[in-house]
């Protein structure tokens, strides 16, 4: 079993349209959960970042965590277009562990207008 | 967010060469940095962790005589693929702790092919 697992999709949804996006994950140890946005052929880049069991919003974005469940999702409201890419949700221990990323598979998201 | 250079973006190279990639924190010195492998739709998988001045630490299963790893100084590590093999071919992704923050910036990523 992998320690964080991530439906690839692909998910394809028309602009405007809400996405939710999800993983579960098997490690208690994992304290700090992110998402990350990857365009083919580029580095990911960070979208969001959460410790406690809770939601954080940024724009149209929402982090979700649920600790208890050992659940994180990711919501995009008003989707468009530019936020087709693949969505990586990643974890880390606490501690010295900066860096040390563990990641889901991906889901490819495709926006169409 | 930092911003992190890797350099050559692609490369194609011949069974059995030796190929280096560089990555570069611009914005701060970074003593430590991170490499990862991702292949075709797959996730990222932490490799290396590079420290300045000091050895390479590697994740289990990951060869160190193969997979070189040098952190010179505080903005350069360098990865140098040795005696590179049809299955080394992935995508190569340097990655940055920012001093203050807690979370990870990567750079573009490489693309090595080897033919």
């Known amino acids: 079993q992998k320690e964080v697992e991530q439906d690839p999709g692909p998910l394809s949804v028309p602009e405007g349209a809400i996405v939710s996006l999800n993983c579960t994950y098997s490690?208690?140890?994992?304290?700090?959960f992110m998402w990350y946005r990857q365009y083919s052929r580029k580095g990911p880049e960070l979208l969001m970042y959460?410790?406690?069991?809770g939601n954080k919003e940024d724009g149209r974005f929402t982090a979700q965590v649920d600790k208890s469940s050992k659940y994180i999702s990711l919501f995009i409201r008003d989707s468009q277009p530019s936020d087709s890419a693949t969505y990586l949700c990643?974890?880390?221990?606490?501690?010295?562990?900066?860096?040390?990323?563990?990641f889901g598979q991906g889901t490819i998201l495709t926006v169409h207008p | 967010g930092a911003v992190v250079s890797q350099h050559p973006s692609w490369v194609i190279c011949k069974s059995g060469t030796s190929v280096k990639i560089e990555c570069r924190s611009l914005d701060f010195q970074a003593t430590t940095m991170f490499w990862y492998r991702q292949f075709p739709k797959q996730s990222l998988m932490l490799m290396a962790t590079?420290?300045?001045?000091?050895?390479?630490?590697?994740e289990q299963g990951v060869e160190k005589d193969k997979f070189l790893i040098n952190h010179a100084s505080l903005t350069l590590s360098t990865l140098t693929v040795t005696s590179a093999h049809p299955e080394d071919s992935s995508f190569y992704i340097c990655s940055v702790i920012v001093p203050i923050g807690t979370e990870a910036f990567f750079g573009q990523g490489t693309r090595l092919t080897v033919v």
């Open positions: 990643a974890t880390r221990m606490g501690g010295t562990s900066y860096g040390k990323l563990t």
């Open positions: 590079s420290n300045e001045g000091s050895k390479a630490t590697y």
């Open positions: 490690n208690s140890a994992f304290q700090y």
């Open positions: 959460t410790y406690s069991s």
